[in-house]
């Protein structure tokens, strides 16, 4: 697979060099203050590589939606102060509305070998999502090397991760992206077996792609989750008002005659905590009771794995020597229909196996519940790594140079 042998910032020499470094300072913000500095922090080693290196550090990143247009609130500015603090140097920060103007222009040429200029949000401009050409240019324009170490925009074509690239020579992956690149393309192209693949989250629809392709690549899957209920109707049961995509019933039916014929295990649930409804608001308490997943009563819907399934699905978690996890097993934001979740998380924590988290909420709970600092790896995107499972090449691991 090509994109698991890409030219990494050890593979290069940026000496004196103009670097761009495509980071993600996506933070949270609130009322100008940083919420969240994980991300910040992530970047660290890439950058402090490149500095000690002798390159000339130029950073950009987009922060938020701002949809082309210079909105204040959603400057990064805050970002150059807090990493001013966190590197013990100045990052210098251009201030510019159309990002690469007179103040980066101005900023760049007046850098010396080891300083840092961060660069105003990328999607100020609104070429960025389009990859236009112009502004890839001028990003272009201010540097010698590109090195990308944003994986969650990974799986888009912007002018800052993919558009840059065509104008330069010499393009690298960052230290975050090698992680991934390493830690999820490994684990779907060379297992360590057995290999273990647990899927959950509200819709079937989201992970169409993903079932089949883990399907062809596991030894055991594990649906959990809203989806699940897809599946053990499709199978005849009874799901009362669970959760159901009556469009995928047929495809779910498809998967598991697929899980036959290649020999594999599909777990499903075997039982299910249910309730009258939803909770509302999402972390209200409600009553909730346990029975079989073929039983639910025609009143109730099911919204976390019952305590059955959580012990078969840990079992067979342990067993195995590579997890990749991607969507909770229940409503986890609710203290008790967080319970299938956390007997997962669990698991994951106490096996020796390799353990994947595939971003978005499965990173939330796991992060949420304390188990973060036990998993082999968590991915930071959730979209890219769902698109990495599903065995798509992602633009932006795509376009930096081969070894």
Same mark, same amino acid.
């Given at each position: 697979?090509?994109?698991?042998?890409?030219?990494?910032?050890?593979?290069?020499?940026?000496?004196?060099?103009?670097?761009?470094?495509?980071?993600?300072?996506?933070?949270?913000?609130?009322?100008?203050?940083?919420?969240?500095?994980?991300?910040?922090?992530?970047?660290?080693?890439?950058?402090?590589?490149?500095?000690?290196?002798?390159?000339?550090?130029?950073?950009?990143?987009?922060?938020?939606?701002?949809?082309?247009?210079?909105?204040?609130?959603?400057?990064?500015?805050?970002?150059?102060?807090?990493?001013?603090?966190?590197?013990?140097?100045?990052?210098?920060?251009?201030?510019?509305?159309?990002?690469?103007?007179?103040?980066?222009? !101005? !900023?760049?040429?007046?850098?010396?070998?080891?300083?840092?200029?961060?660069?105003?949000?990328?999607?100020?401009?609104?070429?960025?999502?389009?990859?236009?050409?112009?502004?890839?240019?001028?990003?272009?324009?201010?540097?010698?090397?590109?090195?990308?170490?944003?994986?969650?925009? /990974?799986?888009?074509?912007?002018?800052?991760?993919?558009?840059?690239?065509?104008?330069?020579?010499?393009?690298?992956?960052?230290?975050?992206?090698?992680?991934?690149?390493?830690?999820?393309?490994?684990?779907?192209?060379?297992?360590?077996?057995?290999?273990?693949? #647990?899927?959950?989250?509200?819709?079937?629809?989201?992970?169409?792609?993903?079932?089949?392709?883990?399907?062809?690549?596991?030894?055991?899957?594990?649906?959990?989750?809203?989806?699940?209920?897809?599946?053990?109707? /499709?199978?005849?049961?009874?799901?009362?008002?669970?959760?159901?995509?009556?469009?995928?019933?047929?495809?779910?039916?498809?998967? #598991?005659?697929?899980?036959?014929?290649?020999?594999?295990?599909?777990?499903?649930?075997?039982?299910?905590?249910?309730?009258?409804?939803?909770?509302?608001?999402?972390?209200?308490? #409600?009553?909730?009771?346990?029975?079989?997943?073929? !039983?639910?009563?025609?009143?109730?819907?099911?919204?976390?794995?019952?305590?059955?399934?959580?012990?078969?699905?840990?079992? !067979?978690?342990?067993?195995?020597?590579?997890?990749?996890?991607?969507?909770?097993?229940?409503?986890?934001?609710?203290?008790?229909?967080?319970?299938?979740?956390?007997?997962?998380?669990?698991?994951? /924590?106490?096996?020796?196996?390799?353990?994947?988290?595939?971003?978005?909420?499965?990173?939330?709970?796991?992060?949420?519940?304390?188990?973060?600092?036990?998993?082999?790896?968590?991915?930071?995107?959730?979209?890219?790594?769902?698109?990495?499972?599903?065995?798509?090449?992602?633009?932006?691991?795509?376009?930096?140079?081969?070894?």
């Amino acid at each position: 697979m090509s994109m698991l042998n890409k030219k990494s910032v050890d593979d290069i020499n940026v000496k004196g060099l103009r670097v761009l470094v495509r980071c993600d300072f996506n933070v949270p913000l609130k009322e100008g203050k940083i919420t969240d500095e994980n991300r910040l922090v992530a970047a660290l080693p890439t950058i402090k590589k490149l500095i000690a290196d002798g390159g000339k550090v130029i950073l950009c990143s987009h922060l938020g939606k701002p949809k082309g247009e210079a909105k204040p609130e959603l400057s990064l500015a805050p970002v150059a102060v807090r990493l001013s603090e966190l590197l013990g140097q100045e990052v210098k920060f251009a201030a510019d509305a159309c990002v690469v103007g007179e103040n980066a222009k !101005a !900023a760049v040429a007046a850098m010396n070998d080891g300083d840092v200029v961060l660069l105003e949000n990328t999607r100020y401009r609104k070429e960025e999502t389009k990859n236009g050409e112009e502004f890839s240019k001028e990003l272009a324009s201010l540097c010698d090397v590109f090195v990308n170490d944003a994986f969650g925009t /990974a799986h888009r074509a912007h002018c800052s991760n993919v558009g840059v690239t065509q104008y330069i020579e010499t393009a690298a992956v960052g230290y975050l992206m090698q992680k991934e690149i390493d830690f999820l393309g490994n684990a779907v192209e060379t297992p360590v077996r057995p290999f273990v693949a #647990i899927l959950g989250g509200a819709k079937v629809a989201d992970k169409l792609n993903v079932i089949s392709n883990l399907l062809e690549k596991c030894d055991t899957l594990i649906i959990g989750g809203g989806m699940a209920f897809t599946f053990l109707k /499709a199978q005849g049961k009874e799901i009362g008002k669970s959760l159901v995509d009556e469009t995928k019933l047929d495809y779910c039916k498809e998967m #598991i005659a697929k899980a036959e014929a290649l020999g594999k295990t599909l777990l499903l649930p075997v039982d299910a905590a249910v309730a009258a409804s939803f909770p509302s608001p999402i972390d209200a308490e #409600i009553p909730v009771e346990y029975v079989a997943a073929d !039983a639910i009563p025609a009143d109730m819907m099911g919204l976390d794995i019952g305590p059955k399934s959580a012990e078969m699905f840990a079992e !067979a978690a342990k067993t195995a020597k590579t997890v990749v996890w991607n969507g909770p097993m229940g409503v986890f934001e609710n203290p008790v229909l967080a319970k299938g979740t956390i007997a997962v998380a669990k698991a994951l /924590a106490e096996t020796e196996a390799t353990t994947i988290i595939g971003g978005g909420d499965s990173a939330a709970a796991v992060n949420q519940l304390g188990f973060g600092a036990q998993m082999s790896h968590i991915s930071t995107g959730g979209g890219a790594s769902l698109e990495f499972l599903e065995g798509k090449e992602l633009p932006g691991v795509a376009a930096a140079n081969n070894k």
